[in-house]
Nanobody, 127 residues
Framework: QVQLVESGGGLVQAGDSLRLSCAASGRTFSNYEMGWFRQAPGKEREFVATIKRRGVSTYYVDSVKGRFTISRDDAKNTVYLQMNSLKAEDTAVYYC????????????????????WGQGTQVTVSS
């Protein structure tokens, strides 16, 4: 089982940028599909972005397209979420998630698709 630890959250102003990191333990990181989710107070956890094994393709929720970029560095066992042009509505706890050996071509956008989760990192955007 992979262990996930997020970092990089903080308090920023609208229009600023942040880069979140998710460090994974284990030697099979390259075999995991990775995703980022977020959860605002009083709301359900929602999908933000996902990246296939070896970074061959990515997929985003419409609300972050053109502003957020997911990437991975398998040599460092790390997945990133670069967040630009942040808005107040991006305020949430951001979670990293992993799923091992998924063979399908579709993108994993639901929480039940993932088997491993980090503890989350808070992102607060002031307007």
């Amino acid at each position: 089982q992979v262990q996930l630890v997020e970092s990089g959250g903080g308090l920023v102003q609208a229009g600023d940028s942040l880069r979140l990191s998710c460090a994974a333990s284990g030697r099979t990181f390259s075999n995991y599909e990775m995703g980022w989710f977020r959860q605002a107070p009083g709301k359900e956890r929602e999908f933000v972005a996902t990246i296939k094994r070896r970074g061959v393709s990515t997929y985003y929720v419409d609300s972050v397209k053109g502003r957020f970029t997911i990437s991975r560095d398998d040599a460092k066992n790390t997945v990133y979420l670069q967040m630009n042009s942040l808005k107040a509505e991006d305020t949430a706890v951001y979670y990293c998630a992993a799923r091992l050996y998924y063979s399908g071509s579709d993108f994993l956008t639901q929480t039940y698709h993932y088997t491993n989760w980090g503890q989350g990192t808070q992102v607060t955007v002031s307007s």
